[in-house]
């Protein structure tokens, strides 16, 4: 089979890649957790960035961009600050103690003895090391992925740009055989792989290069408009830019001391490539974005919203790529089931959906092998499951759009955040819908099937749609519960964004 791919790197051999990354592009990955795919997306975006290879220290762009590709063959670069001096200010002291390295100990204390030196306590008996615990508990109050991580690759909440990080890796061998007290600081910072994706999996860049195929297809307003209103998303705290700026900044004093000839502020970050289908569905993704990014909303409430968001959408990528590459007749229903009748037709049904989701996601990936094949490539097959139907489940459960949380008959709901974004994505701010109109739009975006009518063009079971009645009336009541709905009469119902932007 022919396999066309966004943007066309010259050289790139996509046939050299596994069978999940030929198919749903480079790399979608069952590690990297739910805010990963947004801070990772958000990085990108916030990076300077150019076609083709380019020396850094020249790069003038300020970044918080989407980018136009002016010449496909050339491969995308982006490039992040590592910021390691604030990395290990907010997380070195809070990760495992296994996990903590003597020589950042010894980094860390430096850094904290110099920001002393640079700080005024006025009219209080606190000293400045306290000062300083208070600033490390500020930052990390905004903790977004902590767990068991090594303090290099914990997340925090992206409310401001500064604080947005890059992927870094540490080990035993490059924190202890290679380093010493005696080396400069710029090589204690320089001994991580920056350059391995393991928890920013590329998940991230993936999304980024599908929002720029929906930019090419809507009008051109929006490319300005999306930058504008996803920057104002990530400065909504400016003074946690303006600390996070003197901490790093300060650190680079240390780092950029007068006989050292060498800067580090700068990584060179390439982008891989996607499926060419993506674009097909990657108009509503922009427009989905904007609406919500246009929403008045409290900037905690819009960064999980956007993340939830993300994940609906990689999501509808992948099915809507299985059915592409399957041949199917009809795009992959997403059936919601909102009742609690365990033996109705619509349960049986939205679990026979999902079941059937998941088993084409994952027989996508056989298309890239020759039948007499198969057997032999096996193993990577069984691999590829984590990646695609495995990863859906995932995400799925992690925003609860696949219950149950654990345990059999998987199928697709609703709860009342999922419900909350489809009304925000598909109705612009301030504006209202008839209750049939916007089914048709969610079925229209997502192929959701709630009610009858949106039954009736997948099913032949005539004798199925009554019970999709029943389904569709809880759907009212929840909206009505979530404030979006209104009663026009007995038989018109209107729903309605009211995040005015």
Not at 450 to 473: C, M, T, V
Request: glycine fraction near 4%; charged fraction near 25%.
């Amino acid at each position: 089979m022919t396999l066309e791919f966004f943007p066309k790197y010259k050289g790139y051999d996509l046939q050299a890649q596994n069978p999940q990354i030929q198919i749903y592009g480079h790399r979608i990955y069952k590690d990297q957790t739910l805010y990963e795919y947004l801070l990772e997306f958000l990085l990108v975006f916030v990076s300077p960035k150019s076609e083709g290879a380019t020396d850094y220290e020249k790069i003038k762009s300020d970044g918080f961009y989407f980018n136009k590709i002016e010449d496909e063959t050339k491969r995308l670069h982006y490039y992040p600050a590592p910021k390691m001096g604030l990395k290990r200010f907010i997380f070195f002291n809070r990760s495992d103690q296994e996990k903590r390295f003597e020589i950042d100990r010894y980094a860390l204390e430096h850094h904290r003895e110099h920001l002393k030196q640079t700080i005024q306590i006025e009219g209080s008996s606190y000293d400045k090391d306290f000062a300083l615990d208070i600033l490390q508990d500020l930052f990390y109050g905004y903790n977004a992925i902590i767990g068991k991580r090594s303090w290099f690759a914990q997340s925090l909440l992206p409310l401001a740009p500064e604080i947005i990080f890059s992927e870094s890796i540490g080990n035993k061998k490059t924190r202890t055989e290679n380093l010493s007290k005696e080396d400069s600081f710029l090589s204690i910072d320089r001994e991580f792989n920056f350059s391995q994706h393991m928890f920013m999996a590329r998940g991230g860049e993936v999304y980024y290069l599908h929002v720029l195929q929906g930019l090419n297809k809507v009008n051109n307003d929006y490319r300005d408009q999306l930058s504008e209103k996803l920057k104002e998303m990530i400065m909504s705290i400016p003074q946690l830019s303006a600390l996070a700026n003197y901490i790093q900044d300060e650190w680079e004093d240390v780092v950029d001391a007068p006989d050292n000839e060498h800067r580090f502020h700068y990584l060179d970050k390439t982008m891989e490539v996607i499926p060419k289908d993506y674009e097909n569905v990657a108009h509503y993704t922009v427009e989905e974005l904007h609406n919500l990014l246009c929403s008045e909303l409290d900037a905690f409430e819009k960064v999980e919203l956007v993340g939830n968001l993300l994940a609906i959408q990689i999501i509808r990528m992948m099915t809507y790529r299985s059915t592409t590459v399957l041949n199917l007749k009809h795009r992959q229903a997403w059936v919601i089931d909102l009742t609690k009748n365990t033996q109705g037709s619509i349960r049986k049904k939205a679990v026979q959906g999902y079941q059937q989701l998941e088993e084409n996601v994952f027989r996508a990936i056989y298309r890239v092998y020759d039948e007499e094949m198969a057997e032999t490539k096996k193993n990577a097959l069984q691999d590829a499951a984590k990646d695609t139907s495995l990863l859906i489940r995932k995400l799925g459960k992690d925003i609860g759009l696949v219950i149950p949380p654990t345990g059999g008959t998987m199928r697709m709901s609703l709860n009342e955040n999922l419900v909350k974004i489809l009304v925000l994505t598909l109705i612009k701010p301030g504006e209202r819908l008839l209750f049939t109109t916007f089914l048709r739009l969610c079925h229209e975006h997502y192929n959701i099937v709630i009610g009858p009518k949106e039954a009736e063009q997948h099913f032949e079971e005539i004798s199925y749609l009554n019970d999709f009645n029943e389904n569709e009336r809880i759907f009212l009541e929840i909206l009505r519960n979530c404030g979006f709905l209104r009663n026009l009469s007995d038989a018109t119902s209107i729903v309605e964004n009211p995040f005015k932007g």
